[in-house]
């Protein structure tokens, strides 16, 4: 629409609404940044992001083939303000690097956390430093690379314990863990009991469960 309050050059507002997994990703390769949510273009630049937004509103609709169009033509728009977006275009886009070194990060960690690995092996493993991979796992889970692998074998080690698969020692072992002492330990900041405490509740509630 037109702004009545500058008659010589009038403005339009043009409004696109989407989400979904790539949706942080693309606004941040775009130029988008939660402090600064706007960008000015110049009349020349915005000609093409305008018309595929013109394009996006002729094609919306419930129907399967508008959705998958104007899908399509999202990307488009997302990829005209990405090129023209102030950052360096050889490299990954903002965010994008980080999301993929977070998921290489996991991958390893599910893979190896029977082994005795740490934080520094990790971040070996993604080609990253400590400090960067502790800034990812901030931003993504809100908790350390430390924490994230303790409780992922903490995880690990109650299924273990509930299917009785072995002694306690033998499942710290399972699950990463050389010092017994150090496991229990590690067990009860994270469940608020000890793995033998664990146990007989779960030995207590099958008794319950018989009566």
């Known amino acids: 629409m037109q702004s009545a309050s500058d008659k010589k050059e009038p403005w339009e507002l043009k409004a696109l609404s989407f989400d979904g997994v790539d949706a942080r990703l693309l606004l941040n390769a775009a130029g988008f940044e939660p402090k600064n949510p706007v960008r000015t273009l110049d009349h020349y630049t915005a000609v093409q992001p305008s018309k595929v937004i013109d394009g996006i509103y002729t094609w919306r609709g419930q129907e399967l083939f508008s959705t998958i169009q104007s899908t399509s033509l999202i990307y488009v728009f997302m990829s005209a303000l990405v090129k023209t977006a102030s950052w360096d275009q050889s490299v990954m886009p903002p965010g994008w ?19 005795p690995i740490n934080v520094s092996d990790i971040a070996e493993s993604v080609n990253l430093s400590r400090s960067r991979l502790y800034q990812l796992f901030m931003q993504q889970v809100f908790i350390s690379p430390q924490q994230y692998l303790t409780e992922y074998r903490i995880r690990e080690a ?42 007989n509740g779960l030995i207590s509630e099958k008794i319950e469960k018989k009566k």
Request: proline share 2%.
């Open 97 to 115: 690097t980080g999301a993929v070194h977070f998921q290489k990060a996991l991958d390893f960690i599910a893979d190896n956390y029977f082994r």
């Open 158 to 199: 109650i299924r273990l314990l509930e299917s009785r698969k072995g002694s306690i020692k033998e499942i710290s072992q399972a699950v990463g863990f050389e010092d017994q002492l150090y496991f229990t330990r590690l067990f009860k900041q994270v469940m608020g009991k000890s793995p033998k405490n664990y146990i």
